[in-house]
């Protein structure tokens, strides 16, 4: 069975750096498609980052240059660096990913728990 669980986020000033790990666990998949969320309190989830089916990571405009986006295929993990965190930054963030499954090449879509981040001082 899978599943996606979230770590490091927490508390941090504004200009600081955080690394979000989403780590997937489960077999006889290959990750097409991962993606971030955040969503602060009271307001709808947005996308932040993906990485695209050709490899591609992909921005908003407003993290553009702040964060990285990255995926480890070996060890089926995906982070977000996050460098100078403003205290819009702050919220629920997200992964989420569409699997592939071997061998009917089944395509699915899985969210983690979430985590929250907050920027403030």
């Known amino acids: 069975q899978v599943q996606l669980v979230e770590s490091g986020g927490g508390l941090v000033q504004p200009g600081g750096s955080l690394t979000l790990s989403c780590a997937i666990s489960?077999?006889?998949?290959?990750?097409?498609?991962n993606k971030w969320f955040r969503q602060p309190l009271g307001k709808q989830r947005d996308l932040v980052a993906f990485?695209?089916?050709?490899?591609?990571?992909n921005y908003v405009d407003s993290v553009k240059g702040r964060f990285t986006v990255t995926r480890d295929n070996v060890n089926n993990t995906l982070y977000l660096q996050m460098n100078n965190l403003e205290p819009e930054d702050t919220g629920v963030y997200y992964c989420?990913?569409?699997?592939?499954?071997?061998?009917?090449?089944?395509?699915?879509?899985?969210w983690g728990r979430g985590i929250q981040v907050t920027v403030s001082s």
């Open positions: 989420n990913v569409d699997l592939i499954f071997k061998p009917d090449m089944n395509r699915k879509d899985y």
């Open positions: 990485i695209s089916s050709n490899g591609s990571p």
């Open positions: 489960g077999s006889g998949f290959s990750i097409y498609l």
